[in-house]
């Protein structure tokens, strides 16, 4: 059995990692291990007094979801118990590299994607395990058992969950970077959109060559290029959010999206778009039980898989998304056995017509929806990936 500290309290992000936390917490629980909650975000002397007196009995590892200056508060309590501490990212290293650096003795860190721990593993020597466990999906409490009679009769055709944020919001961020720094970035979004497959550490190795010549270059150099750049992601991620968005309303395909911000695209205005300001996880997961086919776009995982994949797959709704090596790995893509629909990031004006043949044939449409269900409810849970964290620690 093991005893595990798990830190809550960032309510960032429609609250998801407290989600998270509470989540693998509470699968942890029903596998016989104890769990030992610490609001990371509350006073920072009653936090680190909580953390000290956890120690005290014993704890075999502390788990963070994006750990920050809050939760680094307590290193000195979790170097002093030799506790190790497990950071389980939600977004690309490179914009934890401060964090990954932080003067704790024994930190690991868990990422949604291979890539990702590769770089870790290549670039950040205080970081002494990288693994690779994807995010459970969210079951919504009133799914329905999932029969051919309930699916046909699902409320929404198509759905996406998410919020809109203009790419050109960070445009500013980028113009005001260092000289070299800007260059890079700049370097970096157009590879990125020219190569849709390349991961960031390639477009970074692409810049470095380009404006300084090499890519060979100190560990501490490298980084703070990484860091200084990381605006690059997020400005390809919702670029390509837009870009492919655009593309299916514009076809006129109805779809129903879930969460703020796309008005700001006129999106309200078009007879066949219908918006809903639903957008955090419990909300998304109820959408999802009400739909047949759930849009995902991740550009950003190249190894690996998001978390809207497996909450809509086991609140029976088919998913039709861009691929990753993850992906291809562990779900069937096509034939008879299929369980997700794959488009092609690479040509986004193609999506359209494959979601509308995707939405045609509503018999492979459940068949794809049930299967989806079944590998997710067997692989994909917060029981499943509390299973994956036990082995990790005992690695």
Known sequence: MKRVLVFYGNQLCYNTLNIFAKSIGSCLEKMGHEVVLADAYTDEE???NCVENAARSGVDAALAFNADGNILACRNVLNEYRIPLYDWIVDHPCDHIKVLNAPIDDLNVITLDRDQAGFIERHIDNVRSAHTIPLGGFRNDDCDDLCEESFNNRKYGLIFTGSYVPYTQFEDSILSLPDRMRKMTVLMIEYMLTNRMATNEEALDHALREVIGTDQIPSA?????????????????????????????????????FGPGWERLGFDKKKNVMLHDRVDYVESSKACSEAKLSLNIMPWFKCGLHDRIPTAMMNGSAVVTDTSRYIDEVFTTEGDDQDIFLF??????????????????????FRVARRGRDRSLAELTWEARASELVMAIGS
Do not use: W
Not at 221 to 250: K, L, P
Not at 344 to 362: H, N
């Open 46 to 48: 009653d936090f680190i």
């Open 344 to 365: 092609d990031i690479r040509d986004p004006g193609s999506a359209p017509k494959y979601i509308m043949d995707c939405l045609s044939d509503e018999d492979r449409l």
């Open 221 to 257: 150099v490298y980084q703070e290029c990484a860091y200084y750049t990381s605006n690059s992601n997020i400005y390809v991620r919702h670029y390509i959010r837009e870009e492919m968005m655009r593309f299916i309303v514009d076809s006129g395909l109805r779809i129903d999206i």
